[in-house]
């Protein structure tokens, strides 16, 4: 017997099952461990092999090696079997193990069908429009490939499977489109669990000296903002995101939540709050005008949020809450794009009233043992200046006469303030922000370090911000009698072009990648088409993932002038009915007959004149039998009706020209012939 008789999957079959599956698979696998990689070339390398007969299907124990194999590195690659990375991982394993195996329609259809539920894995990953524009491309070839499996064997055109399944997918755009946009927006009925710490980008829980210049090279998009008036200027746009109150020498992280238990609740979440707003929100007033804005931030996997200097109002598909250091917090990780809104006062004031005594030993703790130059040369300053504003001045003044702002700081040792301010003076805004707090503390002035997004890049085309990461920023906030916390940046003391500019403008070939369009930015070309790709993610998002119950409901009642069951079941059966009589009316098009050529109009007048006199053609009779079967019974008559035949087949299957006056001629001569026929017989 034959290889290819063994096989009960043709050829085309396999070959779209493999690309729809490789297609499908492709973009898990950055997610995924790279051994996977080498198990799918051997899977297609074994399939190939067998296929061509050198090789036989694995037996029983060969596959339970292969799963045993295959789950023990899921476990040492993940060090767990539960978890969203470990379970997608197995499914890529047990669709690549069937593969193995398949043999049968039955066990190509199941491919088939886990193929369909991997492409809508992908979304668990990543929304982004260049995402969905390639799950579009995988969902096409996998309905090519369940075509393919209900087409003849004989079948070797697998183009065809191609263009019926994107006549299919065109047809469903419609009644996909309105089930989109009239179908509740139900929200999720399980949480999925987070991705691996590695994948966590933008500021982190803590900043040491070299954590934001190494976070400048990133040219991914924080978030984009879009404002509901103008665009504040470039030096209002501090986004506030982490507060670090906790120095151990070198590290700065956040303060130990519990301390801030003895002035109410950590966490204030607004409506969502069953305790009602925090008594210490009062402590924090606005004294200038408000600015109301959205914010979509990327997915991060952290959990705080940004928002311009004081925020007074928020609220978000995430769970938006205003935590005690005046920052605003999300309920859990954000493992997807996320969008909230905010109103901030851009002058303001914040806890002007004196600190309780535990607040201002917070926000005083130095460690022992550490900067010993900088300690005593802050308290030497302190007693030289008359007031706290002169003292602060003083410090900015050393600042600028011979520090450097550098993408690249050198390293620094165990007392990295004191290496900072009196040898390397090189620094980035880390280095900055930390040593300036340390100075200020050192002389008694409670302070602390800010972390969070300087500026952003405006895009004209749809009028909004983008916000990048190397636009990542630190600086500091000290507290003065009667004012509350102020912000004092010390990197605009050295570099204030960097406050007035974005570092992408400043260090353009430092902080974009080669293949990255941002680094030509200076090329006009190339910087508006980065902008118009970077507005119709911008647009996606707002219009299609964005596109929750409010703005469902806004939608509706736009249309309808309000939502009511009635109306909604209105809308189902009449749009649903309209697009089903559309595509009844597509289908009637399509399979209406064609209109005769010239020839067959001939043709048909020819049978007619036959039937006459008896002489019918059978359903599956050719025209040249059909004149034969004519000629064989009466060669007087078969003489014209072979003659009209040969013409017929020559101009319908050879392009042979033919006039109108030989077609009546020839029809004259048949109809002379049938004539003379009815006279023999009459005689």
Same mark, same amino acid.
């Given at each position: 017997?034959?290889?290819?008789?063994?096989?009960?999957?043709?050829?085309?079959?396999?070959?779209?099952?493999?690309?729809?599956?490789?297609?499908?698979?492709?973009?898990?696998?950055?997610?995924?461990?790279? $051994?996977?990689?080498?198990? $799918?070339?051997?899977?297609?390398?074994?399939?190939?092999?067998?296929?061509?007969?050198?090789?036989?299907?694995?037996?029983?124990?060969?596959?339970?090696?292969?799963?045993?194999?295959?789950?023990?590195?899921?476990?040492?690659?993940?060090?767990?079997?539960?978890?969203?990375?470990?379970?997608?991982?197995?499914?890529?394993?047990?669709?690549?193990?069937?593969? #193995?195996?398949?043999?049968?329609?039955?066990?190509?259809?199941?491919?088939?069908?886990? +193929?369909?539920?991997?492409?809508?894995?992908?979304?668990?990953?990543?929304?982004?429009?260049?995402?969905?524009?390639?799950?579009?491309?995988?969902?096409?070839?996998?309905?090519?490939?369940? *075509?393919?499996?209900?087409?003849p064997k004989g079948d070797h055109y697998p183009l065809?499977?191609?263009? *019926?399944?994107?006549?299919?997918?065109?047809?469903?755009?419609?009644?996909?489109?309105?089930?989109?946009?009239?179908?509740?927006?139900?929200?999720?009925? =399980?949480?999925?669990?987070?991705?691996?710490?590695?994948?966590?980008?933008?500021?982190?829980?803590?900043?040491?000296?070299?954590?934001?210049?190494?976070?400048?090279?990133?040219?991914?998009?924080?978030?984009?903002?879009?404002?509901?008036?103008?665009?504040?200027?470039?030096?209002?746009?501090?986004?506030?995101?982490?507060?670090?109150?906790?120095?151990?020498?070198?590290?700065?992280?956040?303060?130990?939540?519990?301390?801030?238990?003895?002035?109410?609740?950590?966490?204030? =979440?607004?409506?969502?709050?069953?305790?009602?707003?925090?008594?210490?929100?009062?402590?924090?007033?606005?004294?200038?005008?408000?600015?109301?804005?959205?914010?979509?931030?990327?997915?991060s996997q952290q959990i705080w949020l940004y928002g311009?200097?004081?925020?007074?109002?928020?609220?978000?598909?995430?769970?938006?809450?205003?935590?005690?250091?005046?920052?605003?917090?999300?309920?859990?990780?954000?493992?997807?794009?996320?969008?909230?809104?905010? +109103?901030?006062?851009?002058?303001?004031?914040?806890?002007?009233?004196?600190?309780?005594?535990?607040?201002?030993?917070?926000? *005083?703790? *130095?460690?022992?043992?550490?900067?010993?130059?900088?300690?005593?040369?802050?308290?030497?300053?302190?007693?030289?200046?008359?007031?706290?504003?002169?003292?602060?001045?003083?410090?900015?003044?050393?600042?600028?006469?011979?520090?450097?702002?550098?993408?690249?700081?050198?390293?620094?040792?165990?007392?990295?303030?004191?290496?900072?301010? $009196?040898?390397?003076?090189?620094?980035?805004?880390?280095?900055?922000?930390?040593?300036?707090?340390?100075?200020?503390?050192?002389?008694?002035?409670?302070?602390?370090?800010?972390?969070?997004?300087?500026?952003?890049?405006?895009?004209?085309?749809?009028?909004?911000?983008?916000?990048?990461?190397?636009?990542?920023?630190?600086?500091?906030?000290?507290?003065?009698?009667?004012?509350?916390?102020?912000?004092?940046?010390p990197t605009a003391a050295v570099a204030p072009e960097?406050?007035?500019?974005?570092?992408?403008?400043?260090?353009?070939?430092?902080?974009?990648?080669?293949?990255?369009?941002?680094?030509?930015?200076?090329?006009?070309?190339?910087?508006?088409?980065?902008?118009?790709?970077?507005?119709?993610?911008?647009?996606?998002?707002?219009?299609?993932?964005?596109?929750?119950?409010?703005?469902?409901?806004?939608?509706?009642?736009?249309?309808?002038?309000?939502?009511?069951?009635?109306?909604?079941?209105?809308?189902?059966?009449?749009?649903?009915? #309209?697009?089903?009589?559309?595509?009844?009316?597509?289908?009637?098009?399509?399979?209406?007959?064609?209109?005769? +050529?010239?020839?067959?109009?001939?043709?048909?007048?020819?049978?007619?004149?036959?039937?006459?006199?008896?002489?019918?053609?059978?359903?599956?009779?050719?025209?040249?039998?059909?004149?034969?079967?004519?000629?064989?019974?009466?060669?007087?008559?078969?003489?014209?009706? #072979?003659?009209?035949?040969?013409?017929?087949?020559?101009?319908?299957?050879?392009?042979?020209?033919?006039?109108?006056?030989?077609?009546?001629?020839?029809?004259?001569?048949?109809?002379?012939?049938?004539?003379?026929?009815?006279?023999?017989?009459?005689?």
């Open positions: 017997m034959k290889t290819a008789e063994r096989y009960l999957i043709s050829r085309n079959s396999l070959l779209w099952l493999i690309g729809a599956q490789g297609l499908a698979i492709a973009p898990l696998l950055m997610h995924l461990p790279l $051994w996977l990689f080498a198990v $799918w070339v051997c899977v297609l390398v074994w399939r190939f092999q067998e296929f061509r007969g050198h090789w036989q299907m694995p037996r029983t124990l060969t596959k339970v090696v292969l799963v045993v194999v295959c789950v023990a590195g899921l476990f040492i690659s993940f060090g767990r079997l539960l978890g969203l990375e470990p379970m997608v991982a197995m499914l890529v394993s047990a669709l690549l193990l069937k593969l #193995l195996e398949m043999q049968r329609r039955r066990d190509a259809l199941l491919v088939v069908y886990l +193929t369909f539920f991997l492409i809508g894995v992908q979304f668990l990953f990543t929304q982004a429009l260049v995402a969905s524009l390639y799950a579009l491309i995988c969902l096409w070839c996998a309905v090519s490939s369940l *075509l393919s499996l209900n087409q065809r499977s191609l263009r *019926l399944s994107g006549r299919l997918l065109l047809h469903s755009v419609p009644l996909m489109v309105l089930m989109f946009l009239i179908m509740p927006r139900i929200g999720s009925l =399980w949480a999925v669990p987070n991705v691996s710490k590695a994948a966590k980008t933008g500021v982190s829980d803590s900043m040491s000296p070299g954590d934001f210049s190494q976070l400048s090279r990133a040219g991914g998009v924080a978030f984009r903002v879009a404002f509901d008036g103008p665009v504040p200027a470039q030096d209002q746009l501090y986004w506030r995101g982490l507060v670090f109150s906790d120095f151990d020498g070198r590290r700065w992280t956040q303060a130990d939540p519990s301390d801030y238990f003895r002035g109410g609740p950590m966490v204030d =979440w607004g409506k969502n709050s069953r305790r009602g707003e925090a008594a210490w929100r009062s402590l924090g007033q606005g004294v200038g005008r408000a600015v109301s804005y959205s914010v979509i931030m990327e997915a311009l200097q004081l925020p007074t109002e928020f609220n978000g598909d995430v769970g938006v809450g205003f935590a005690r250091d005046f920052r605003l917090i999300a309920k859990r990780p954000l493992s997807q794009r996320s969008q909230y809104r905010v +109103t901030s006062q851009l002058d303001y004031q914040i806890e002007a009233e004196p600190l309780p005594q535990w607040r201002s030993r917070r926000e *005083l703790q *130095l460690p022992d043992d550490f900067n010993p130059r900088s300690l005593d040369t802050a308290r030497q300053w302190r007693e030289e200046s008359s007031t706290e504003r002169d003292y602060i001045q003083r410090v900015l003044s050393h600042y600028r006469e011979s520090f450097f702002y550098t993408l690249e700081p050198p390293r620094l040792g165990r007392n990295t303030v004191d290496e900072f301010l $009196w040898q390397t003076q090189q620094g980035f805004c880390e280095h900055y922000a930390s040593s300036f707090v340390v100075m200020m503390r050192a002389a008694g002035i409670p302070a602390r370090v800010v972390a969070g997004y300087q500026g952003g890049e405006y895009n004209e085309q749809d009028n909004y911000l983008i916000v990048h990461q190397y636009d990542a920023h630190a600086w500091a906030e000290v507290w003065l009698e009667g004012e509350g916390w102020v912000r004092v940046d960097r406050i007035r500019q974005s570092l992408g403008d400043l260090f353009t070939n430092d902080v974009e990648g080669f293949a990255s369009l941002g680094r030509y930015r200076n090329i006009p070309f190339f910087d508006n088409l980065r902008l118009q790709w970077d507005s119709l993610n911008y647009k996606w998002h707002r219009a299609v993932m964005g596109f929750d119950r409010e703005a469902q409901s806004n939608l509706l009642n736009r249309w309808m002038g309000g939502v009511s069951p009635l109306k909604m079941v209105l809308v189902v059966l009449g749009g649903g009915g #309209l697009i089903l009589a559309l595509m009844s009316l597509h289908l009637w098009w399509a399979g209406r007959p064609l209109p005769k +050529t010239v020839a067959q109009r001939y043709y048909a007048r020819f049978e007619a004149s036959l039937k006459r006199k008896g002489w019918v053609r059978l359903p599956n009779e050719t025209a040249g039998d059909f004149a034969g079967r004519i000629d064989r019974a009466h060669s007087g008559v078969g003489e014209s009706v #072979l003659a009209f035949t040969r013409l017929f087949e020559g101009y319908e299957y050879q392009d042979k020209p033919v006039t109108r006056e030989h077609w009546r001629q020839s029809l004259a001569r048949v109809r002379h012939s049938l004539r003379q026929l009815k006279r023999t017989s009459t005689r």
